[in-house]
C-alpha cells in the first residue's frame, strides 16, 4: 500500500497497526528518517531493544545477512525490528524481493533508501505495491512556495506558536533543509517559556540578524527605498557567511516572479491576493510596493539582473568577490 505522507504511516504505527515491511525512498531524507527513527524507538520496549532490534548499515550488509536478522523469532517481545538505513548502498537489495513477497509476521523490515527514489518499474517494487502489507511511502521535497506553510504546521504540531513574520524570516534564512528548520526550532522550544515564536525569539536563537538580513534587503528593494537597502547591503557584506548571495539570489527572483504574478491581479483585495501568491496577507503590501515602484518592465529588468549576478556569483566572465556581485545588483535595481 502506498501512503501520501508520512504522517498516515505514523498515525497508524501509534495505533499499533504494524506492516511486515516498510520501503521508505525519495529525495527528501527528513520524513524517511521521521518513520525510521519512530519504529526504532516506540515499537519495542527497552528491554526488547537488547535482542530484538537489529540496526544495519546498506554499504556493509548483502541480503543474506539482512535476512538472517529478519527471520529470527523475536525474544521476550512480539516483534522483532530489522532497520536497513543508507539502503540505497546495498549492491543486492533486489534479492529482498522474493522475502517482502512473503515476510516473517513477526518482524518489522524497514528499507530507508534516502536521497533517491527507487525506481517503480523494477520488478521487485512492481510487485511490493501491489502487495497489501507492503508500507510504501515515496518522500518528496517540499517546495520553496510551499515551505512556509510546513514550518507553520510543525511547529504547531509541537505546541507552539509563530507569527507569520518570524516563520518567513525563519524559512528565508534556512530555506528548505527540514532537518536544519527543526532543529532550530526545537533549540527555540527549549528557550522560550510561553510557546510564542516572534521575529525578535526567531533572531535570538537562530543567529540571524533582526535589521540586515534577506527578509529585510527585499522589503526595502520592494519599497525602492535606496538610503535603506544600501544600509542593508553594507551590514550584509560584512559577513557574507551568514548571509551568501548566492542564497539569497533565489529569493530575489522569486520575489520578483510572484510581483509579476501580483501585477496580473494587482485589483484583488489583499486576502484574495495573498491566496493567488500562496503567501500570508500580511506580505501583500511588499508585492504591491514593487509593483507600484517598478512595473513590469522594470520587474522584468530586475529578473534579467539577478539572473546576469547569479551566473557571476558561479564564476561566469566575472572573478571579483561576492560583496561586489551585490554591490552591482542593488544599483542596478534602484537605477532600473
Known amino acids: 500500500m502506498e501512503y501520501k505522507s508520512s504522517e498516515g504511516i505514523l498515525k497508524e504505527l501509534k495505533a499499533g497497526q504494524y506492516n511486515p515491511v516498510y520501503l521508505l525512498h525519495g529525495e527528501e531524507a527528513f520524513f524517511i528518517d521521521q518513520v525510521s527513527d519512530y519504529i526504532e524507538e516506540h515499537v519495542l520496549d527497552d528491554g526488547g531493544k537488547a535482542f530484538n532490534l537489529s540496526v544495519l548499515y546498506g554499504r556493509e550488509v548483502d541480503s543474506k545477512q539482512v ?3 529478519a527471520r529470527q523469532f523475536p525474544m521476550m517481545a512480539s516483534h522483532r525490528v530489522v532497520i536497513i538505513k543508507e539502503a540505497r548502498g546495498m549492491k543486492d537489495l533486489a534479492k529482498l524481493g522474493s ?3 512473503q515476510p516473517a509476521p513477526q518482524t518489522l523490515l524497514v528499507i530507508a533508501h534516502k536521497d533517491k527514489a527507487i525506481d517503480g518499474r523494477i520488478g ?3 510487485k511490493a505495491k501491489k502487495l ?3 508500507a510504501i511511502f515515496k518522500s518528496v521535497p517540499i517546495r520553496d512556495y510551499n515551505i512556509e506553510k510546513w514550518v507553520s504546521g510543525y511547529i504547531a504540531s509541537q505546541g507552539l506558536s509563530i507569527t507569520p513574520e518570524a ?7 534556512l530555506g528548505t533543509d527540514l532537518s536544519k528548520i527543526t532543529n532550530e526550532v526545537e533549540k527555540i522550544q527549549l528557550n522560550i517559556e510561553d510557546g510564542k515564536i516572534d521575529v525578535d525569539v526567531v533572531t535570538r536563537n537562530v543567529g540571524i540578524s533582526k535589521e540586515f538580513n534577506v527578509f529585510e534587503l527585499i522589503s526595502a528593494i520592494a519599497k525602492r527605498d535606496a538610503a535603506r537597502v544600501q544600509f542593508i547591503t553594507t551590514q550584509m557584506e560584512a559577513n557574507t557567511k ?3 548571495i548566492i542564497k539569497l539570489l533565489p529569493q530575489l527572483g522569486a520575489f520578483v516572479e510572484k510581483s509579476l504574478v501580483a501585477l496580473q491581479h494587482i485589483n484583488k483585495d489583499d486576502r484574495s491576493l495573498s491566496s493567488v501568491l500562496g503567501v500570508h496577507w500580511m506580505f501583500v503590501k511588499d508585492y504591491k510596493s514593487a509593483v507600484r515602484n517598478y512595473g513590469e518592465g522594470g520587474l522584468r529588468r530586475m529578473y ?3 539572473v546576469e549576478a547569479d551566473g557571476r556569483v558561479k564564476g561566469v566572465n566575472y572573478r571579483r568577490g561576492d560583496q561586489d556581485v551585490l554591490k552591482e545588483l542593488v544599483g542596478k535595481i534602484l537605477l532600473g
Open 167 to 173: 516563520n518567513r524570516l525563519l524559512c528565508q534564512s
Open 242 to 244: 551568514r548571509e551568501p
Open 124 to 126: 521487485w517494487v512492481r
Open 304 to 306: 534579467t539582473y539577478i
Open 67 to 69: 535476512l538472517d536478522h
Open 132 to 134: 497489501d502489507h507492503v
Open 99 to 101: 522475502y517482502i513477497e
